[in-house]
C-alpha cells in the first residue's frame, strides 16, 4: 500500500515539491504518483478558475504598447 511522501519530521510534502522531485532512479515513487493524481482530481472538482476572457492578439499587443497589459493581473 502506497504512503503519504512526507519528510523525516513528518511535515508533508507539497504538490510543487512532488512535481520537483524525482525518485532515487530518476523515477517518481508510486506513492507520490498517488498523491499528485489526487491533488488533481480534487483541483478538477472543485473546478478551474474563473475563465477570464482572453484578448485577441490585436487587442494584447495594443495593451502591451501602451503599458496597460500585466502578466499576472493583481
Known amino acids: 500500500m502506497a504512503r503519504t ?3 523525516a519530521n513528518g511535515r ?3 504538490v510543487g515539491e512532488l512535481m ?3 525518485d ?3 523515477r517518481r515513487r508510486p506513492e507520490d ?3 499528485l ?3 488533481y482530481r480534487m483541483r478538477r472538482r472543485i473546478g478551474p478558475e474563473p475563465a477570464v476572457r482572453a484578448p485577441s ?3 494584447r499587443a495594443l495593451a502591451v ?3 496597460l497589459w500585466r502578466r499576472r493581473p493583481r
Open 24 to 26: 532515487v532512479h530518476g
Open 5 to 7: 511522501a512526507h519528510r
Open 20 to 22: 520537483l522531485r524525482p
Open 33 to 35: 504518483l498517488e498523491v
Open 57 to 59: 492578439p490585436g487587442a
Open 12 to 14: 508533508p510534502v507539497t
Open 37 to 39: 493524481e489526487l491533488a
Open 65 to 67: 504598447v501602451t503599458g
